[in-house]
């Protein structure tokens, strides 16, 4: 059975820094391209951030994060992280780890991942 498990979610003042992890068990998670999403309040869920199998040669960001978040994967832990830096109060939200098993390319949508994460909640306050 797969599970994903995230962790490392809180409470943050703006500009403050957060490390989400992912914990992934039941698949071969070198094999599979990794992605966060997040979903605020009353708003659909969104694109974060994609790394590719393997080595994780490439990486994806959403605009409204990039240059502030890094995501990355630890293939001999089966862990996939994403480093929040200079946080803003519009980064709350939960956020969701997707596993996808084409394992290459930048899918950006929902639909493309076969295995989701609980979600863990971040809150910035201002």
């Known amino acids: 059975q797969v599970q994903l498990v995230e962790s490392g979610g809180g409470l943050v003042q703006a500009g403050g820094s957060l490390r989400l992890s992912c914990a992934a068990s039941?698949?071969?998670?070198?094999?599979?391209?990794m992605g966060w999403f997040r979903q605020a309040p009353g708003k659909e869920r969104e694109f974060v951030a994609r790394?590719?199998?393997?080595?994780?040669?490439?990486?994806y960001y959403a605009d409204s994060v990039k240059g502030r978040f890094t995501i990355s994967r630890d293939n001999a832990k089966n862990t996939l992280y994403l480093q929040m830096n200079s946080l803003k109060p519009e980064d709350t939200a939960v956020y969701y780890c997707?596993?996808?098993?084409?394992?290459?390319?930048?899918?950006?949508?929902?639909?493309?991942?076969?295995?989701w994460g609980q979600g863990t909640q971040v809150t910035v306050s201002s």
């Open positions: 039941g698949l071969t998670f070198r094999s599979y391209a």
């Open positions: 997707a596993g996808d098993s084409t394992g290459y390319g930048g899918a950006s949508y929902s639909r493309a991942y076969n295995y």
């Open positions: 790394i590719t199998y393997y080595d994780g040669g490439s990486r």
